[in-house]
């Protein structure tokens, strides 16, 4: 992978992390109610999660280009509509109806200790279908033919570190003063920026298959 394919992954990743939404609640509650070490924890089982899925895409679509080719660009052109899709759908973030704190949020998690936060981090990433297929959607044009072993964990990698950094820095803000305020703050425009590059993302993609 080239250095600038792999500074483009880095920031889809954290675009697509910053995202609000059930993950990022999960982490906020567990940090105002257990603290900021039960924030972290949840933070580190999420990324870790978020890598098994990752791991997983990048294996399954290297095994598909190395047989079929064709149905790779067809799964590369489907990924591209839905990254269009979450991108439309993260620009409409101004509307109320589609505001971050409007919900969707998970249920509260069971109050208990650290393995608790554990158990609620790794939980939210690995039964997130959503997870799956924005990966398998970003993936698909970071597999190529021939990609080895160290492509994948590079990329596996990426997404685990950027998603546990950002989740980290979640928790360790908002233990600090001001911190909730400040994301709340800055949700619609976190949204806005992730849906315009994830619009971009989707055409050019489309544009490198059908070209």
Request: glycine share 12%.
């Amino acid at each position: 992978m080239t250095v600038s394919a792999w500074l483009s992954l880095l920031a889809i990743c954290v675009l697509g992390a910053m995202s609000p939404g059930p993950s990022l609640a999960l982490v906020v509650r567990n940090t105002v109610n257990r603290g900021r070490g039960a924030g972290l924890i949840t933070a580190l089982s999420h990324g870790l999660g978020v890598g098994v899925y990752a791991a997983a895409t990048a294996l399954g679509l290297a095994a598909v280009i190395a047989t079929h080719q064709t149905l790779h660009s067809a799964v590369t052109l489907a990924g591209a509509g839905y990254l269009l899709w979450l991108g439309a759908s993260a620009m409409r973030a101004g509307h109320p109806a589609t505001r971050p704190d409007a919900d969707p949020t998970p249920p509260d998690p069971v109050p208990g200790d650290r393995s608790a936060a554990a158990r609620d981090g790794l939980a939210m990433a690995l039964l997130n279908p959503k997870i799956a297929v924005f990966f398998l959607a970003l993936f698909s044009q970071f597999v190529t033919p021939g990609a080895g072993a160290a492509t994948i964990v590079l990329l596996a990698g990426t997404a685990t570190v950027v998603d546990a950094g950002w989740y980290a820095l979640v928790a360790t803000g908002l233990s600090a003063s001001g911190g909730a305020a400040w994301l709340r703050r800055r949700q619609v425009w976190i949204e806005r920026l992730t849906g315009a590059v994830l619009v971009f993302l989707a055409l050019s993609t489309a544009a490198t298959v059908l070209g």
